[in-house]
Each structure stands twice: as C-alpha cells, then as structure tokens.
C-alpha cells in the first residue's frame, strides 16, 4: 500500500490500522481496537491510540 501522503507519522505508518488492514493482520487489528478512543479521519479506522491511525481525532461520545 504504501504511506498514506496524509499520514502525521509515516515513520510508524507500518504499524496503522490500514496497513494492518491491508496485509490482513487481524491479530494486530484485534488487539489495537479494544477500547477504541480515536478514528481516522481520512479511513474511518477506530484506535486504542492515536499512534495507530493516520489521521487520529477523538472519537465522538
């Protein structure tokens, strides 16, 4: 997939939901969404932690 140009942290972006998503490692996915807090803003992906998605933002409550 490759970095997402949007993405704040591309260094980790390895380590986001859409790649995780994309090389279908539900494990990591599974464990990274719990207790989700945060959502990307540009894939719509729901995060333990901001350091997980590209795009975080709070989710609404």
């Known amino acids: 997939m490759g970095?997402?140009?949007?993405c704040t942290c591309p260094e980790k972006h390895s380590g986001h939901m859409c790649e995780l998503?994309?090389?279908?490692?539900?494990k990591a996915l599974e464990h990274l969404m719990r207790?989700?807090?945060v959502h990307c803003a540009?894939?719509?992906?729901?995060?333990?932690?901001?350091?997980h998605v590209c795009l975080p933002e709070p989710l609404d409550e």
Not at 3 to 6: D, E, F, I, L, R
Not at 21 to 26: G, I, K, R, T
Not at 42 to 51: N, Q
């Open 3 to 6: 970095v997402n140009p949007s």
């Open 35 to 37: 207790n989700p807090t």
């Open 21 to 26: 998503l994309e090389n279908n490692d539900v």
């Open 42 to 51: 540009d894939c719509g992906a729901k995060a333990d932690s901001a350091e």
